[in-house]
C-alpha cells in the first residue's frame, strides 16, 4: 500500500529556510482523485494545515504561512517538498505529509494516509 | 476559519470499555467531517471520513455519527491499541481545521 516518509534537517537556524520532502512509495503519485498536503504540530499546539500541492503543481496554502511557503511536486522522483522561509521558534513542530482523496460526488477531501512525521527545532 | 471543539479533552478507560468523543464545529460542516488517530511514533491513521464512512479494512468497533455542526466518534470495545489521541477535522472548506485532540489513556 502507499506509504509516505517525510526527510530533512532536523535543525534549522532562525531566519533561514526550512526544507522537507515527502517521498511516495508503494503507489503512484499522479493517481487521479488525490493531491499531497502537509500539516504540523507545534510543542503543546493543535495541527495546523500548511498547504497543498496537485499533480498539475498547482498550489495553495494556508493564509497565515502562504508568504513563507513554497511547495512543488517532482513527478518522476515520486516526491514532493515544502520550503518555509525566514523560520522563527514558532516553526518548531512535527511536519507531516498526507495524501488526500477527493470526491467528486459532495466534494468530501480526507487525508487518507500519512507519513509518521519529522520533527524540525528552530534553534541557533 | 471553522473552529472544531472536541471533548473530553483526555478521558481514561478500561479494555472492553465503550468510549464517545465530541467534536462541535463553529458553523454548519455538512458531513465533511473526518477522525484521525494518532499515536507517537507511527503514521496517523484515518478512522473515518464524510463523518460516518469506515475506510476500507477500518476496524468497525469505530463508529462515527453526526452532521451540521455536532459530532461523535465512537469506539465500542476499547482495545489495547486504541490507547491514542484522536482528532476530527473538517474539510467543508478550503481550510481545513482540527480539534485539539482527545487523548485516551489507561484506567
Not at chain 1, 513542530?93 to 528552530?122: E, L, P, Q
Not at chain 2, 451540521?68 to 478550503?94: R, V
Request: charged share 15%; aromatic share 10%.
Amino acid at each position: 500500500q502507499v506509504q509516505l516518509q517525510e526527510s530533512g534537517p532536523g535543525l534549522v537556524k532562525p531566519l533561514q529556510t526550512l526544507s522537507l520532502t515527502c517521498t511516495v512509495s508503494g503507489g503512484s503519485i499522479t493517481r487521479d482523485g488525490y493531491y499531497w498536503s502537509w500539516i504540523r504540530q507545534a510543542p503543546g499546539k493543535g495541527l495546523e494545515f500548511i498547504g497543498r500541492v496537485y499533480t498539475t503543481g498547482a498550489t495553495d496554502s494556508s493564509p497565515a504561512l502562504k508568504s513563507r511557503v513554497t511547495m512543488s511536486i517532482d513527478t518522476a522522483k515520486k516526491q514532493f517538498s515544502l520550503k518555509v522561509t525566514s523560520v522563527t521558534a514558532a516553526d518548531t513542530a512535527i511536519y507531516y505529509c498526507a495524501r488526500v482523496r477527493t470526491t467528486v460526488v459532495d466534494s468530501h477531501y480526507y487525508m487518507d494516509v500519512w507519513g509518521k512525521g519529522t520533527t524540525v527545532v528552530v534553534s541557533s | 476559519d471553522i473552529q472544531m471543539t472536541q471533548s473530553p479533552s483526555s478521558l481514561s478507560a478500561s479494555v472492553g470499555d465503550r468510549v464517545i468523543i465530541t467534536c462541535r464545529a463553529s458553523q454548519s460542516v455538512g458531513y465533511h467531517l473526518s477522525w484521525y488517530q494518532f499515536k507517537v511514533g507511527t503514521a496517523p491513521k484515518l478512522l473515518i471520513y464524510a463523518a460516518s464512512n469506515l475506510p476500507a479494512a477500518g476496524p468497525s468497533r469505530f463508529r462515527g455519527s453526526g452532521a451540521g455542526t455536532n459530532f461523535t466518534l465512537a469506539i465500542s470495545s476499547l482495545q489495547p491499541d486504541d490507547f491514542a489521541t484522536y482528532y476530527c477535522q473538517q474539510s467543508h472548506t478550503d481550510l481545513p481545521t482540527f480539534g485539539q485532540g482527545t487523548k485516551v489513556e489507561i484506567k
